[in-house]
């Protein structure tokens, strides 16, 4: 079976992790020492950087 910790968010535009509740660039420690090759399962979103960049985009076709 599979952990719900073991699911790995990341941004589907600029790749970085979610975890702790914050965006990180740097894998979670607890997967750093896993074999490269290991499947970890992702969900993709969009980190808040990339919801504010969508939102400014989205405000400036109604200017
Ligand atoms: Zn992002």
Redesign the pocket.
């Given at each position: 079976m599979l952990k719900t910790r073991e699911v790995l968010e990341m941004?589907r535009?600029?790749y970085?992790f979610k975890y702790d509740n914050k965006w990180h660039f740097e894998k979670p420690e607890h997967l750093r020492d896993r074999d490269p090759d290991e499947r970890i399962p992702v969900r993709f979103s969009?980190?808040s950087?990339?919801i504010e960049e969508a939102l400014a985009i989205y405000d400036m076709e109604y200017i």
């Open positions: 941004c535009r600029c970085v969009q980190c950087a990339c």
